[in-house]
């Protein structure tokens, strides 16, 4: 196998050996993370500094481009999904997976009103989450409490 010179091992080209599809799934799924981490850090600001913060951030120019929709449900509707469980792209349930990190011992309503994310959603990643193995429960039905592994 042939040494990349230091120029090569660039991120920039080392993006151009994933296929144009995968390339754009990356940048769409890291402007949607950053967004959403914007919007998380801003929860309790008013409507204009929120704006602001978005538009003097340093990676405003890819942010504009992002549907409010993916942000705010985080990804839903993404082109090609198929199954209920699919409807959950990685960057929410890392953000549901590193919330129960903070504040284990929440039950899945109290989940959804924190991340203010749609009932459906994180109880399809919660799911998701407990197939993988990743959260551990304590209780039963409504009262089930989750925590991570």
């Keep these: 196998m042939a040494k990349l010179k230091k120029s090569e091992t660039d ?12 390339r754009q799934e990356l940048l ?3 402007t949607r993370s950053k967004a959403q981490t914007l ?20 990676h405003w120019d890819s942010l504009r481009d992002i549907s ?6 985080g990804g839903l509707l993404e082109p090609g999904q198929r199954g209920r469980r699919s409807l959950v792209d990685s960057a929410t349930l890392e953000r549901i997976a590193g919330f129960i990190e ?4 929440l039950r899945s309503e109290e989940i959804q009103r924190e991340l203010a994310l749609p009932p459906k959603l994180v109880k ?11 959260v551990r429960t304590a209780g039963q039905r409504r ?7």
């Design 11 to 22: 991120s920039n080209d080392i993006l151009a050996f994933l296929p144009p599809v995968r």
């Design 28 to 30: 769409n799924e890291a």
């Design 39 to 58: 919007l998380d850090r801003h929860r309790q600001a008013t409507l204009g500094k929120f704006v602001s913060a978005l538009t003097t951030d340093s």
């Design 68 to 73: 409010l929709q993916s942000i705010l449900f």
């Design 102 to 105: 903070k504040t284990p011992g």
């Design 124 to 134: 399809i990643g919660l799911a998701k989450l407990r197939d993988t193995k990743r």
């Design 143 to 149: 009262a089930t409490t989750y925590s991570l592994n």
